[in-house]
């Protein structure tokens, strides 16, 4: 596996593969890897012949106040279970390479709609930092297809929403959420957890689990929903936001089929997110 941080020497060495007719799958990480970002990179090597993963933790998707310092930097052990994995190449630049002359001068990419709300409301400027780097990913290495969790729905829609405004020729893979053995989706903010949030930790999505049931048998909406907040409240969240949608982000209403529950809550410092989808029956109200 090779491990390259300067655009030039990326470039170069994707052209070799482009020639020689092979197939680019790409995997943008931040790094502090777990099994849910090796699940991105077993998907991309098995619909591509060289799979690309890069390791940035990007300065623009992290506002005021967020945890960029704390941001686990664990490239070492990253390259070696990226290389377990069967990757082929790493591009890990610094903060430099893809932004010379700083973020705050840095030409941004916004995807309007998609991005509102939800956790775009709650971290402004968030999906323009993701946008942003993104699109400078896809631009730098070319690839075929992309492969993104679906634990981050709204940037997944973002994303997918990105590619076909501006017309790029690349297939955009959810791949399904990783979950712990108690059910909480992985993420390496996890690892901020303590003992004690840890085993609550799991009730966000056993929440979820329930008000789906609840949802799919004909439940109203807007109480169903008030009655979870209630729930994580009583388990030691704070919600940040607990919201149903259209499969495509957009407000539900009675000939809404194909949904989506989404949340986000704290626990003590630390914000967890998650969704599950659903199928709404004819009868359920709308909100």
């Known amino acids: 596996m090779q491990c390259l941080q300067q655009i030039r020497a990326l470039r170069d060495t994707l052209d070799a593969h482009r020639r020689a007719g092979r197939s680019i799958g790409l995997v943008p990480t931040m790094g502090n890897l777990h099994d849910g970002h090796l699940a991105l990179v077993a998907e991309a090597r098995r619909r591509a012949d060289i799979v690309v993963a890069s390791i940035f933790v990007n300065p623009t998707q992290f506002g005021p106040g967020e945890d960029l310092d704390a941001y686990p930097r664990t490239f ?14 790493v591009f890990a630049p610094d903060e430099a390479t893809l932004y010379p002359r700083g973020g705050a001068a840095q030409t941004r990419v916004s995807v309007p709609d998609v991005s509102q709300g939800l956790c775009g409301g709650s971290r402004p400027g968030h999906f323009d930092g993701v946008a942003t780097v993104v699109t400078m990913l896809f631009h730098l290495v070319q690839p075929d297809l992309a492969c993104f969790g679906e634990k981050d729905y709204q940037q997944l829609a973002v994303i997918r929403r990105l590619v076909d405004d501006l017309h790029l020729p690349i297939e955009i893979i959810g791949v399904p959420i990783v979950r712990d053995a108690d059910g909480l989706a992985l993420s390496s903010r996890n690892g901020y957890l303590n003992a004690d949030q840890r085993r609550t930790a799991a009730r966000l999505q056993q929440t979820l689990g329930e008000l789906r049931e609840a949802l799919e048998n004909g439940a109203a909406i807007a109480p169903t929903l008030d009655q979870g907040r209630q729930r ?12 149903l949608r259209a499969a495509d982000l957009g407000e539900p209403d009675a000939s809404t089929g194909d949904a989506v529950l989404l949340a986000a809550a704290w626990l003590g410092s630390t914000r967890l997110i998650d ?9 359920a109200s709308p909100p």
């Open 232 to 243: 994580l409240r009583a388990a030691g969240f704070e919600p940040d936001y607990l919201e």
């Open 76 to 89: 070492e052990a990253d390259r070696r279970q990226l290389a377990e994995a069967g990757c082929d190449l």
């Open 275 to 283: 969704n599950l989808t659903l199928r709404l029956p004819s009868a």
